[in-house]
């Protein structure tokens, strides 16, 4: 058993998984990959399992039943992992907007570097995102900003999605207490973990948007984002367990 796992949420992903899949199993040093699938009627999961007799006892998959939200299959994921010995334990999308060779910098910032949390960021060294509209780029910088102001963390990629937890840091936070489903949760997560006093690094990436397969961005998920942020802030205030 590897001691690094990357978490991967799926919905509808079969031009990407196979493929994303082959190039995590690819570095060194060695990674594994846990899929947890929402029940993709495009088979994704039947993908996966065609490719765990090659990658065996390195590619696992966790099925669940309905579509419910990024937040709690990424939950899912943390207390399948938990429930081993991994030590890194990593998120990231299945549609390669997140360069799997940066893995290894991110395992770096909390093998050799002390992080308990490492972030993938796209706004650490300027605005490092391709194929994005100019709308959606300003709309995503500055909904880090915001969320600076209003928790006072300092971390410049508030929203990504691409990051190596310690399984220090997640055994600190109360998973169970985690709220949010959308992109409020990678807030909320980076939030928690700032309140612990976890050392939280970002590691400079590009970000590139998918070229198959469809986003699963929409106004819902936005909105709770946005409200989202002042409700942390607010239980952080008047809950001294909050964290």
């Given at each position: ?154 971390i410049r990629d508030a929203t ?84």
């Amino acid at each position: 058993m590897s001691t690094n796992i990357v978490i991967i949420p799926t919905y509808n992903e079969k031009e990407n998984a196979e493929a994303i899949i082959r190039k995590v199993m690819s570095l060194t040093p060695a990674f594994e990959v846990l899929i947890v699938d929402d029940n993709s009627p495009d088979g994704t999961a039947d993908i996966v399992k065609s490719l765990q007799n090659e990658f065996k006892d390195r590619l696992h998959l966790l099925s669940r039943q309905e579509k419910n939200g990024l937040g709690t299959a990424y939950i899912a994921g943390f207390n399948w992992c938990l429930a081993r010995t991994y030590k890194y334990i990593f998120e990231m999308d299945a549609d390669f907007s997140h360069n799997p060779e940066d893995l290894i910098k991110l395992l770096h910032a909390c093998e050799s570097e002390g992080a308990g949390l490492a972030v993938g960021s796209r706004y650490l060294t300027g605005v490092n995102v391709v194929n994005w509209p100019m709308s959606r780029v300003i709309m995503s910088y500055y909904a880090s900003v915001y969320v600076r102001f209003i928790t006072g963390m300092t971390i410049r990629d508030a929203t990504a999605g691409f990051v190596c937890y310690t399984r220090e840091t997640l055994q600190a936070i109360n998973l169970d207490k985690i709220k949010f489903k959308g992109y409020a949760f990678q807030i909320e997560m980076k939030f928690k973990a700032f309140l612990k006093g976890i050392k939280i690094q970002e590691v400079p990436i590009i970000f590139t948007d998918r070229t198959l397969g469809s986003s699963k961005m929409s106004k819902k998920i936005f909105r709770e984002a946005f409200f989202g942020v002042i409700e942390l802030k607010l239980k952080s205030l008047f809950s001294k367990n909050d964290a």
